[in-house]
């Protein structure tokens, strides 16, 4: 079940919250908007990638969709669309093109990589889950943690800052709810994966399951206003 | 002007829950996002969980 049901629902839900996000951006634009439908794309590509390999077995090819829209760029893309939300254009755009190229290049060494997919079962690995040490070639899964601290330090710094903007304002309770379960929820996969190493079955799985419904239910409610909201100081105390 | 507008405006407070339960949530945030940056520079750096 960890090996298949449980990536498969994350799977689905990536593509579900990408829909809800992309019909937003065709209502209401916003470039954010559009490269937050695209993570959650890739979201749903490693999601669907791991279910791929627990209920059928290893294929190189899922392999690699799975290492390169699932390991290395979501989160950096996800964070990317905060990047165009909260910074000024000029700085989105430049750090876009730097991600784009960046992503080129990282789709370039995992395409051409050396796999040996025994190595997912030794070590530190649970055996249960995709691993990157299936990776032999070099110069390959070191791209990993550059693009996932600048993925971390934007989606979750930055919907972290938002909801504290609105919280010491006082105002659009929904919006610093929402933001403080899409800060969760950014962090859920990366502790999944740490969890996996240390030898925990079905961490990662069960943490990219729980990641992806924050973050969805966050979505909802960012964008959902409350019937209460705020009250002046004075109602709130009579 | 601008200044002195929004000084009239009274102070706004949340629910009385919400007062309470978001700062906590923020602070647990600033220590996971803390804790992932040393996990994820962690593993960068070398396999310190389980040297090989």
């Known amino acids: 079940m960890f090996g298949s049901i449980i990536p498969l629902l ?12 992309l019909k937003r951006y065709l209502e209401r634009k916003g470039t954010y908007l559009l490269i937050w439908g695209i993570g959650s794309i890739f979201y749903g590509i490693g999601g669907l ?4 390999n627990g209920a059928i077995g290893w294929n190189p090819l ?3 969709l799975w290492y390169l829209f699932g390991a290395i760029l979501v989160a950096a893309w996800l964070g990317q669309g905060t990047i165009f939300l909260l910074a000024k254009r000029k700085w989105a755009n430049t ?39 299936a990776i032999t070639s070099s110069g390959v899964r070191i791209l990993t943690p ?6 971390t330090l934007t989606l979750v710094g930055g919907a972290a800052y938002s909801a504290f903007i609105f919280w010491r304002k006082r105002i659009l309770l929904h919006r610093t709810i929402g933001n403080i379960l899409i800060a969760v929820g950014a962090t859920l996969p990366a502790f999944g994966g740490f969890f996996s190493r240390l030898q925990i079955p079905g961490a990662l799985y ?5 990641g992806i419904l924050f973050l969805f239910a966050g979505f909802i409610r960012a964008t959902t206003p409350m019937r209460s909201e705020s009250v002046p100081v004075a109602a709130a105390t009579d | 002007m601008e200044e002195n507008k ?8 949340y629910p009385v829950m919400y007062e309470r339960l978001i700062p906590l949530a923020l602070g647990l945030i600033v220590i996971l996002l803390l804790a ?6 962690g593993v960068a750096l070398g396999s310190w969980v389980h040297p090989t």
Do not use: C, H, W
């Open chain 1, 10 to 21: 994350s799977g689905i839900t990536s593509f579900v919250f990408a829909f809800f996000v």
């Open chain 1, 49 to 52: 990638s791991e279910a791929y």
């Open chain 1, 62 to 64: 899922v392999f690699r």
């Open chain 1, 95 to 133: 750090l876009m093109v730097i991600l784009i190229l960046a992503s080129l290049y990282g789709a370039y060494k995992v395409f051409t990589a050396q796999l040996d997919p025994s190595l997912m079962t030794s070590g530190t690995q649970t055996g249960t889950e995709l691993s990157g040490r």
């Open chain 1, 146 to 151: 550059f693009f996932n601290i600048y993925g």
């Open chain 1, 206 to 210: 069960i943490a990219e399951l729980l």
């Open chain 2, 6 to 13: 929004r000084s009239k405006e009274p102070p706004r407070k």
């Open chain 2, 36 to 41: 992932l940056l040393v996990i994820i520079f």
